[in-house]
C-alpha cells in the first residue's frame, strides 16, 4: 500500500460522490463496493447528495481512471473526476469489486505499487511508452504520469515493496 502524503485526505472527512450517468442499479452496486474502504480508512463517503461531492463518477468513459485523493479538488464541479470504461449493470460481481476497489483507492490518495521508490524496476523507457500507446491508447504524457514517474521516499507513507500486488503483476 502506497499513500501520496501530498494527495491525502484528513482522517473523518465525509467525501461526497456523485453519478453523472448510468443507471441506479448501477450506482447501488458501485457505492456497496466502494464503502468496503471505510472499513480500512477513516474516511465515509456519502453518496445521498448531502455532501460537497468531490468524486464525480462518469461511465462508459474512456478508460478507468481517478484522480488521486484531493487533487479532486482541482477539477471544476461539472466535470468527472473518476471514469469506469467497462463496469456496466450485468457486469460480475468481482470485475466490479476488482475495478471499483481499485479506483476509489486512487481517490483515497493511493498508487500504483510500482511507483514504490525501492521497487527496483528499470522500465525500458522506450518500449514502456511504445507498449502503452499501443496496448493502452496512452499517450506519451499519459504514460509517464500512470507508468514511469518516480516518487521519493518522504513522499510516501508505505509497506514495504510487495513485488505480488495485484497492480505489478498487470504491468509486467
Known amino acids: 500500500m502506497i499513500l501520496d502524503f501530498a494527495n491525502k485526505w484528513k482522517p473523518g472527512d465525509v467525501l461526497g460522490v456523485s453519478f453523472l450517468n448510468g443507471s441506479p442499479k448501477l450506482h447501488e452496486k458501485v457505492a456497496e463496493v466502494a464503502k468496503t474502504w471505510e472499513n480500512y480508512a477513516n474516511i465515509k463517503f456519502d453518496f445521498t447528495g448531502n455532501s460537497r461531492n468531490v468524486i464525480r463518477i462518469?461511465?462508459?468513459?474512456?478508460?478507468?481512471?481517478?484522480?488521486?485523493?484531493t487533487d479532486a479538488l482541482t477539477f471544476p464541479a461539472e466535470e468527472e473526476t473518476m471514469c469506469y470504461a467497462y463496469i456496466h449493470e450485468n457486469s460480475s460481481e468481482p470485475e466490479i469489486k476488482r475495478v471499483v476497489l481499485h479506483e476509489f483507492g486512487h481517490a483515497l490518495g493511493l498508487i500504483h505499487e510500482h511507483f514504490h521508490p525501492y521497487s527496483g524496476i528499470n522500465f525500458d523507457r522506450e518500449n514502456t511508452i511504445k507498449h502503452f500507446m499501443s496496448a493502452s491508447g496512452f499517450s506519451e504524457a499519459d504514460v509517464e504520469k500512470n507508468v514511469l514517474?518516480?516518487?521519493c521516499i518522504n513522499q510516501l507513507s508505505s509497506t514495504e515493496f510487495d513485488p505480488n500486488s495485484i497492480r505489478f503483476i498487470q504491468y509486467e
Not at 58 to 69: L, P, Q, T, W
Open 58 to 69: 462518469r461511465f462508459n468513459a474512456g478508460k478507468n481512471d481517478s484522480k488521486i485523493g
Open 149 to 151: 514517474r518516480t516518487y
